[in-house]
């Protein structure tokens, strides 16, 4: 089967090599477009990046001669994307919020589907924010994003942020048993690479911790209402609840963020032994569908006391597993939990190309 | 004048250097006499630690030639106390609950005043569990203990673990000041000094938190009660509230206990701009008292968005100041915070000592 | 094809886990008869390591209902080899020096080859000191050491310590090529794994390095000259050269052991250009027979300037790869680099898998 | 006594922050004039700083008030000097080479002396490089650097490298005691301040080392021979020994720079008893005259096996000593030692303190 060729936007910074390395064996997406700014563009991407290459895994041998495009010149995708030689981009740019907005628009409206681990879009009202696991259904507003736009075949959908995914879906899954989730306060002890390269500098991680993470805690709270939300007049309508407070801190990990949670639910509350297996238990469209970046099990229950560990755990199913340990009542709320997942992988570079599978099967990239 | 006699049970560990360093030059009290397991007995002080002494800060020079006692045969220490060359003992001991049960209780009842880290007695409920700054009417539990045990000059008094040391007092403070606290969900990041030396295993702390600490959720959420009690009958009788529910990690920081704490008010709620006052014009008894270890300002109320931070803030007032920042609402309960104290100065050996500073201060080594 | 029944002796502690998590996939060998302490035996594999397992990577299914074996009882292990049931095993123990040297040899006089990690037959002069690309003609002295001490299948070979391989390979691919090598002067700075679990404190190296570790400079300097030596009249004749000066340091690092090395050669000098051409072409046995565990290239040289760093370039075939890199003129010396390799995958179980793979080859096992 | 009025150029950085904060309670200098990059003139200085201050120890109160002035107006500088505001100048510059030697040239040529952290004029060939324990005496170069530049009161002295000061000082009392050093090879293990703030990514510290330190081998085998030098013809001329081979990395500490260290001597050859007898009873100039800076004991000697540490030692002496340990003889040379600096404080503002110390008693501020 002949490949789907993709794109990247922002290829060379921490986020783009990490969809570049982890497509490298990609069972369906083959990279066969790079951007970058304007100061990259021409040099070819493996000069481009050596010496500069972050990741430990490496990238397909292929990308290494591709030359870099300028991101800000779309009518050089528009003209791969009409001869068949680009599908889709992936969006990793790292830009002002204004110049992504525009940036998304145009590959979009000049008809390349944009599959964004940006914020910019994020509150877009007809741009789906999706984990695959736990809204698949929100795809659904495409077509009526296209329409409202007067596009054909680009569209925009992006992901959330990566400090929420620890919990999202282990909260989905109480939700979708029925169990009606009132309030949170969650706490997040997040990995430095989810500040990107150079990112966080080592003398405030060295024997310390930073008690503040910029615009964290606010796109903790928000985020999770959207993605809960409903389809209203082509619209995602926010859902009311669950109300959530968040304190997120840096601490020095290099992958893989940790929440500790309180729940309080509604009336009806399940036992922690309820709340073990309906995790365990839990299967969502990725997984029924074998999309190759689904986890096999999207939850891992762990029962030994002192996990899940961002070292240890991080990696499961190449790192797209959410891991939960630690469930047992709250004294003050109902239930309390460990949640932990691997922030550049399923919280952001593998996140964005599992969404990406879900809407190929969906049938979005025509 | 000369200086109080005072000595040390468990003086070769980890909480015992810290009390021999901290006390190196202190105005009234001077170690003379220290105690060690059966294995260090007889041997010079100096030479018992040579190659195995942990701190940065080093001892009185005179210590080095104190030969250690062994901390099980209280007819040492009595002997010497008899000749006026011991007033009391720090017991920072390191054996199972029952035997230091047993062994503090032999000190006390062979006039031996006892000021103990260790958390044996801390449910003792005759016992007065002290932080210096919040429950020091405590004291006057002590002659009826004494009364009750048939003891003229002992007593045991005892401080409260380390974790809850980094929010107590802003949380006194504001009681204090007629806020009433129903509920609080906090998350501790804390210090590997806390769990001594060895300690934990170096493999769980580089790129790794461990979301678990055995005993410590307990704790946390059951000693604030008893410090905020009160003394009914010759005995402290536990508060009611606030309802507390812990989660406490361990994080790759050497020195200092981060908490992220979200407080539910009863009907009567302060602003954020009133918490900060209420907290940046904190004075106790031992500020008043002027006593040696009384940190100036017991609360540091920090300004800068991303403090406190354990490696700037710890040391603050020679580590026993109480840092505070990130004083913002909570969407869930009413207020958040962040606070932040050095575990093994505040929350163990400089704790310790402020309390024996504050039992001097009452008369209570007589 | 059947695969080999293999045993671990020491199987619950961090190097036998790390032998039973490497063989989980092995195509030649599987684990069939596991030992520790008479503490574990009785318990199987999977019980006695619940809450317990230090490595990411987990083990075959099947391990997890194996029973484990008291590690002293050799008749149980000779029983299973009469079977049919074990054919060798590898030897993770960790004892004390004199146990280790007597187990070792009653299971090799019971008729069962021991491939081990331990240190204690590292000199004994009819025991093959291995590194498989460097000097696997030195199994040749198997025939001899059973000849000598009347055993007919049993023999035992070892492997060197981690603290050398990352630059003992590199040495070797230089003398190979007629480059004598009269002196070095090493300095490593070696990953905490190195001491196992609980090993190094965490105190020790959150913010700090340990300028010392117990043992490990004499290994360092002394086994390369047994690795070199040659074998006469059925012993290993140490080699003269090179001599060694190596210190050894502990540094915050989880996996990997860096060295900084400067080498003096003889009358005949290869330019840095050579050197790199050497080490980027070097071959060796491993890699001709296509050992499941010979990397692919024995030796990767690095390019860029910062390079080899441990969490970047450990993994490297799977662990099994020596990095080197900063390759350049030393102005005392003649050659400077720097090596890496993975201490507990090449350094310890994998060098030991791959050892048993060149002795299956050579048809040790029969 | 008035104390002397001292100005900081590049007063905001994080050196320039070290000279402020150690210069808090000075007992001969005040910080009177602080200048820093234009962005941040015209500001006060505490209002520049906040939110920005790197340091656990704070400034002087009278600091805060300050206006920043623009570091590239000597202008300014001089009416402060002529009015008797200003003595001399700690430059703390953080520019491109060629801009530092213009500015520290027009300070000095504006008749204020510059005592320079800079590298930029390190090899200026009538500039001093002092380590004021070292080469105190090439201080009488000024008055010729004066002569030959038309200077009246100003005049340019640098200090060396952060890097080279763990072993300098020990190197210099075995020259000093009549041992020749032929050769040395050194590794140097540096602290990540000393790439200043933010400096070094915690990505590349996290689990890692880097083995590579822009300019800092060359820096360290060059700078000891201009150290070790004489003056000659108003010029120093560098010593053409000893030849040093430097290999420098980065490891996860904040302060102290560590060195293992191998030396070569000449035909008289020094005990390792003799060794620590020298160092142990090192004194010089600075510890003569009791500068307020001058380490009590130049050299610190550990005899426990495993020292020195830098979590440990760094600090003794309030940051100014330099230890040294496991002293013991080279299989390849002839004497091995580990050496351990604080390399903010000795290795940066201390010793530029401590330089303007020495210079001030020698009478070089007029």
Known sequence: M????????GATGMVGQNYIALLAEHPWFEVSYVAASSRSAGKKYGEATAGRWLLPKTYHPSVANLVIEDANDVTRAAAAASHGDLAFVFSALEMNKEDILTLE???ASAGIPVVSNASANRWTDDVPMLIAEVNPDHADIIPLQQAARGWKK?????????????YMTPVWALLQSGYEIKRMIVTTMQAVSGAGYPGVP????IDNIVPYIGGEEEKSEMEP???LGSIENGKIKKA????????CNRVPVTNGHTAAVSVEFGAKKPSTEQVKQIWAAFRALPQELKLPFAPEQAIIVHNEGNRPQPNKDRDIHKGMAVSVGRIRPCPVFDLRFVGLSHNTIRGAAGGGILN???????GYFT
């Open 105 to 107: 628009d145009n590959y």
């Open 202 to 205: 080592s003398l405030d991680v």
């Open 154 to 166: 680009g569209f925009i959908a992006v992901k959330p942020n990566c400090s929420i995914q620890s």
């Open 2 to 9: 002949k490949k789907i060729p993709v794109g990247i936007l």
């Open 356 to 362: 990406a599978e879900l809407l190929k099967a969906k």
């Open 240 to 247: 009311d609840a669950p109300l959530i407070s968040a304190h």
């Open 225 to 227: 209402l959207k993605i």
